[in-house]
């Protein structure tokens, strides 16, 4: 079983940039699909992004299309979401998650069923 670890949060002015880091172990994730997901206070959990197993496809939700970007490193058993031209809006607890199964384009909607989540990190944008 794989345990992912969030990393890389933290208080932020409006416009900046943070970089969060998901490490995991106990297995390798080469073989799985990763997904970034975010809950703000009183609001549902809401996907921001995935990417396939090889790092080849990714996906992101609208809100933060062209401000951020998933990426792996197979190597190092980690996962990236970079965050650029933060909005008091991206204020929420950051979640990844892994799963061997569901394709990264079906993450947004099958997220309740993803095999692994980390423990979350926060993120809070100031405006």
């Known amino acids: 079983q794989v345990q992912l670890v969030e990393s890389g949060g933290g208080l932020v002015q409006a416009g900046g940039s943070l970089r969060l880091s998901c490490a995991a172990s106990g297995r390798t994730l080469s073989s799985y699909a990763m997904g970034w997901f975010r809950q703000a206070p009183g609001k549902e959990r809401e996907f921001v992004a995935a990417?396939?197993?090889?790092?080849?496809?990714?996906y992101y939700t609208d809100s933060v299309k062209g401000r951020f970007t998933v990426s792996r490193d197979n190597a190092k058993n980690t996962v990236y979401l970079q965050m650029n031209t933060l909005k008091p809006e991206d204020t929420a607890v950051y979640y990844c998650a892994a799963d061997s199964t569901v394709t990264p384009g079906r993450m947004r909607v099958e997220y309740r069923s993803l095999e692994v989540w980390g423990q979350g990190t926060l993120v809070t944008v100031s405006s």
């Open positions: 990417i396939s197993w090889s790092g080849a496809v990714t």
